[in-house]
Nanobody
Framework: VQMQASGGGLVQAGGSLRLSCASSGSIASNNAMRWYRQAPGKQRDLVAG???????KYGDSVKGRFTISRDNAKNVLYLQMDNLQPEDTAVYYC?????????????WGQGTQVTVSS
């Protein structure tokens, strides 16, 4: 399975972007899908996650501004980012975890750069 993230770019503070993560395989059976981000010199942090049942969770810094969703029919994970702030600048990575026959499989996208100017 390969995952391709896209949708990053340069935006002014207060603006919006929508990230997409297209999977080469079906995402319907992925137990969890997540977006992470990593700013220069910092660790990779969880931004948002969504379970196979549709439950979502968000990092404290993005609650109320970001929305994660998944389209199982199109095999795409999304991250709608509104009211972007300079501190949201980072490389964003998509991630998927699947459990099959007691084995855990994890997949990562290649990352997409988001830059927010003040």
């Amino acid at each position: 399975v390969q995952m391709q993230a896209s949708g990053g770019g340069l935006v002014q503070a207060g603006g919006s972007l929508r990230l997409s993560c297209a999977s080469s395989g079906s995402i319907a059976s992925n137990n969890a899908m997540r977006w992470y981000r990593q700013a220069p010199g910092k660790q990779r942090d969880l931004v948002a996650g969504i379970t196979i049942g549709g439950s979502t969770k968000y990092g404290d810094s993005v609650k109320g501004r970001f929305t994660i969703s998944r389209d199982n029919a199109k095999n795409v994970l999304y991250l709608q980012m509104d009211n972007l702030q300079p501190e949201d600048t980072a490389v964003y990575y998509c991630n998927a975890v699947r459990y099959m026959s007691a084995e855990r499989y994890e997949y990562w996208g290649q990352g997409t750069q988001v830059t927010v100017s003040s």
